[in-house]
């Protein structure tokens, strides 16, 4: 079975915080959807890469909450909400998911040695 790749969910979890903040008005709750993101992620790459880039990988993340804060008062909340997710999850997808086997290991159907 192909796990799920972590740059989708790395950067819905940017969004949907976001969102859930807004939609809702409480800036704690849209926390606690990136916190439950981040944690999923965090866990994936974890057991999918060594450490330095389980700690790379989160602190992308963090930073990248960080710049939405920044960036929103020069180009707005959305704007900068939906770029630093896409630039997020291009990093993500780059440094952990096409580094990942396409397959489970050792089911690979090649010809065999001679």
């Known amino acids: 079975m192909r796990r799920l790749p972590t740059a989708p969910v790395a950067s819905a979890t940017l969004i949907v915080g976001y969102a859930v903040a807004l939609a809702s008005g409480s800036r704690p709750l849209g926390g606690v959807v990136l916190l439950i993101g981040g944690a999923w992620c965090a866990r994936a790459w974890s057991a999918r890469h060594d450490p330095r880039t389980a700690l790379t990988l ?8 960080i710049v939405s804060h920044i960036l929103a008062t020069q180009i707005g909340a959305w704007p900068s909400v939906l770029l630093v ?3 997020a999850g291009t990093v993500v997808w780059v440094r952990a998911d096409l580094r990942e086997p396409s397959g489970p290991a050792g089911l690979a159907f090649r010809p065999p040695a001679r």
């Open 58 to 65: 989160t602190t992308v993340g963090l930073i990248a909450f």
């Open 85 to 87: 997710s896409a630039l």
